[in-house]
Structure formats: structure tokens, C-alpha cells
């Protein structure tokens, strides 16, 4: 089992990572009370819910099984947290448990930012994408139907536990949609993870334990020094979404849910390459290395067949770092090097989405 922290002085909370978790004590350690609401979903409580219950045995347990997808991280289902808490007497020394994967996870954070405004929260991701990314670093939110993930606050958790096992019953698709995020630490600062991932990328999708374990560590770690030297994202940790204002946007334009969101990503990542490369930014020559680590991953790098390049502007104009009407992007300079920018040429893109986009007639 290896820890590590996650270093916002006296926020600072441990990330525990390794096998046979949710049974064990990780949960317990960090309560303020012995009231506990474990949030999950339909598809993953059968799995693990007794797990976890279990492991908390003799203290004031209750449980909420949310639908299962993208299209029920809203307002609504949230909704559904706050009912459930305040029919359940929770107190506001109550801690919510998210057992899932990102969407959950997501919920269940901004669900435990609002209750009384504030009680405690600890992440048990059961996707790669959740143990790699969203479960570290207390963004939390909703979607909304004109944009995703723009209701929400930065909220952090007081642990993480990541039970490597639980893996074993990820579908192959959602395994590849987390290896996005994986490949995207490597893009924007690891080259030397970049390098190991194009050399162990067969082993992460055999589900090699030990390869799996070293990219989730890997992962939290450099997500974890992003997020203490800027939790609230007012300056690097805005290098985290390269990819997603792209992804974003095929997520929106094509209805939350069609395509998994790692999934957007991968596409997106290739779309900022590409845009780096014609801006003369990227060695043309890395584009290759690029699209062949995504496509090893089994990850899309084109955009959907039906979407248009006026859907990825009307899109892309409601991202979160649209800053004074100026709609900035995460661009590479290298494979390892980042960065956000409005400084890019607005034809390039424009040039790049009419060229990517078949939907356009
Ligand atoms: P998800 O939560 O929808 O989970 C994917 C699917 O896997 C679901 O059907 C789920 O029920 C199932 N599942 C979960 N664990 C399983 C397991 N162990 N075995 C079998 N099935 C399992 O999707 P996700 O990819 O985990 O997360 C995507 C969400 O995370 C998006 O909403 C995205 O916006 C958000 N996100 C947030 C951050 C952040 O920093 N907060 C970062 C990245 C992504
Ligand atoms: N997933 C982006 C971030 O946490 O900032």
C-alpha cells in the first residue's frame, strides 16, 4: 500500500493506493462522527457497496444508489442527495463516502459542499479514470444541459481510497477512457511517464497489475503537485484540461453520455496537438508518437462523424477559460510541455475544426 498526500496545509488529506481497500480501516480513520452516507450507483453497489459497508460496521450507516451515467450528473439527481440526507437527520458533522467513478464522485463532492454548507467527504473511485484524475483535487460539480460541469465548487475531500482491485470489473471501454487522463500527464509534464506509457501501454490494457499500479501512482502524483501549488486553478492547474475544451465540447454537442468523456478527451488531446503543430508551437514529427499512444489506448483521435465545426465553436465559446470574451487553450510546446494561451491564431482553429469536422456539409 503506498500514501501520498496531497499538500494544502491544513487541508491536506492522504491518498491511499493499493489492493484489498474498502474492506480496511481507510474509510473509519478519517470520520468526525459515526454517521456515514455512502453515495454510489446502480452499477457499481452489487459490486462493492458491502464492501464497503462492511468495513463499517457499527456505525450509523446509510446508503444511496444514484442512476448510472453522465446524463444523471444534474441538478436533479443531486436533488435526490440532499432529500436523502435531510430525511436521514444527517448532522453537519456527517461525512458523505462517493463510491463510484466520476460522475459520483463529482456529485457526491458538490453534494458535500452545499449540505449545511459543508460537511466531509472521502472518494472511493472504482473507475481508472476517477483513481487517476477526478477523485484528487476537489473539483466538484453538476452538469447543465447548455454546458458541463459549470455548476459546481472546489471542494476537497478529506481522503482518497483507491482499491486497485476493483479495476478487474471495469468494462475495457471505461479503462481506456481513464487511460486518457493517464496519457494527458505525460503531455503536459512527465515525459519521462510519456515514455514509459508508449513502452508499457500493452501491460496497463492487460490489466497488469503492477503497471497499473505505477501509472495510478504516477498519475496522482503529478496531480497532486499541481493541485497544492494551485487548487483553484488560477494558473497552471489549467494545463490539467488539455483536451477538454474540445472534449467538452463533443460531450455536450453530442448529448452527455454518447461518448465516455476520457473517450472526448483522447480526441481533443489530438485536436490541441494538431492545432500546436500548425501553429508551428510542435515538432510537426511528434504528432505520430501522439496519435499512436492514443490509438494503442484504443482512444478515438478524430472527433464524432456528426458533429459540425459551428458545433465545436458554439461549444467551445462556453468553456470555463473563456477569460474577458477570449477563449484561451491549453497548447503544447513539446511532448511534457504545456501551455494555456489566447495567444493562437483564431483561422488556425478555425482552419483545424472545418478540416476535422466530416459533419460539415
Ligand atoms: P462514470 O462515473 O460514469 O463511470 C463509468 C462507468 O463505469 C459507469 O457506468 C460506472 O457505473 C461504471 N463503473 C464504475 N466503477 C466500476 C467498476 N469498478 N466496475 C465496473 N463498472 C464500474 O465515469 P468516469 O469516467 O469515472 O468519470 C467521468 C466523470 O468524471 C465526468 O463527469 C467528468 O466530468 C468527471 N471528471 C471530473 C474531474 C475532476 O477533477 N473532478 C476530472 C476528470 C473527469
Ligand atoms: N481534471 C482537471 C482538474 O482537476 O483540474
Not at 482491485?165 to 503531455?187: F, H, Q
Not at 497544492?228 to 486553478?233: F, K, L
Amino acid at each position: 500500500m503506498k500514501t501520498l498526500n496531497v499538500s494544502l496545509a491544513d487541508r491536506s488529506y492522504p491518498i491511499y493506493i493499493g489492493p484489498a481497500l474498502l474492506g480496511g480501516d481507510y474509510i473509519r480513520r478519517h470520520l468526525r462522527a459515526s454517521q456515514v452516507m455512502v453515495v454510489t450507483n446502480e452499477t457499481v453497489a452489487p459490486l462493492y457497496l458491502n464492501r464497503v459497508v462492511d468495513g463499517l460496521s457499527g456505525l450509523q450507516v446509510e446508503t444511496l444508489i444514484l442512476p448510472d451515467g453522465e446524463q444523471f450528473k444534474s441538478l436533479a439527481v443531486l436533488e435526490r442527495v440532499f432529500d436523502a440526507l435531510l430525511k436521514g437527520r444527517h448532522a453537519r458533522t456527517t461525512t458523505l463516502v462517493a463510491l463510484g467513478g466520476g460522475v459520483v464522485g463529482d456529485m457526491t463532492g458538490f453534494a458535500a459542499a452545499c449540505y449545511q454548507r459543508g460537511v466531509d467527504f472521502i472518494q472511493v473511485p472504482t473507475t481508472l479514470l476517477a483513481q487517476v484524475d477526478s477523485s484528487v483535487g476537489g473539483k466538484t460539480a453538476v452538469n447543465h444541459p447548455l454546458g458541463k460541469n459549470m455548476i459546481g465548487a472546489f471542494y476537497q475531500p478529506k481522503a482518497v481510497v483507491i482499491d486497485t482491485d476493483v479495476l478487474v470489473t471495469l468494462p475495457d471501454r471505461e479503462l481506456s477512457a481513464g487511460l486518457a487522463e493517464v496519457i494527458k500527464y505525460g503531455l503536459i509534464r512527465d515525459a519521462e511517464f510519456f515514455r514509459w506509457l508508449e513502452v508499457n501501454m500493452g501491460l496497463l490494457l492487460a490489466r497488469d497489475v503492477a503497471a497499473l499500479s505505477y501509472a495510478i501512482e504516477r498519475s496522482c502524483n503529478n496531480k497532486a503537485e499541481v493541485v497544492a501549488a494551485d487548487e483553484t486553478e488560477q494558473g497552471d492547474r489549467a494545463l490539467l484540461n488539455l483536451g477538454h475544451t474540445f472534449g467538452h465540447a463533443i460531450e455536450t454537442a453530442t448529448g452527455y453520455g454518447q461518448w465516455l468523456h476520457g473517450e472526448a478527451v483522447g480526441a481533443g488531446m489530438m485536436m490541441a496537438a494538431r492545432l500546436s503543430a500548425a501553429q508551428g508551437w510542435l515538432d510537426p514529427g511528434l504528432l505520430g508518437r501522439i496519435e499512436v499512444l492514443l490509438t494503442s489506448a484504443r482512444l478515438p483521435v478524430t472527433p464524432p462523424e456528426n458533429m459540425s465545426a459551428d458545433d465545436f465553436s458554439r461549444n467551445m465559446a462556453l468553456d470555463k477559460k473563456v477569460h474577458d470574451g477570449q477563449l484561451r487553450l491549453i497548447l503544447l510546446n513539446d511532448i511534457g510541455k504545456a501551455i494555456l494561451t489566447a495567444d493562437y491564431d483564431k483561422q488556425l482553429l478555425d482552419n483545424l475544426l472545418k478540416e476535422q469536422c466530416r459533419g460539415d456539409s
